[in-house]
Nanobody, 116 residues
């Protein structure tokens, strides 16, 4: 069983920052596109950001300019740096790995809460 291990969620005030991390097995990390999804209560899971094995990134419009996805190939870790967090951002954030073959893996999720 493949394990994507997330960390870094927590509580932050509006306008604050958090960095999420997701460690993956090297066999997955080296060839899969890695990314982050989020799911708020009562809402569907939505794409936040992805980064391909070649470093190409894509972001949801709602986070462009505030969030940055990156990957450390030496550490087999993908990051999501979140700045200027808004009340619309709280959700469970899930790490995601995918290949064009259709193979997909999910992390267990990490909670991000924005409070005043």
């Amino acid at each position: 069983q493949v394990h994507l291990v997330e960390s870094g969620g927590g509580l932050v005030q509006p306008g604050g920052s958090l960095r999420l991390s997701c460690a993956a097995p090297r066999s997955i990390f080296s060839i899969y596109a890695m990314g982050w999804y989020r799911q708020a209560p009562g809402k569907q899971r939505e794409l936040v950001a992805i980064i391909t094995s070649g470093g190409i990134t894509n972001y949801a419009d709602s986070v462009k300019g505030r969030f940055t996805v990156s990957r450390d190939n030496a550490q087999n870790t993908v990051y999501l740096q979140m700045h200027s967090l808004k009340p619309a951002d709280p959700a469970v954030y899930y790490c995601h790995a995918a290949r064009s073959t259709g193979s997909v893996y999910w992390g267990q999720g990490t909670q991000v809460t924005v409070f005043s």
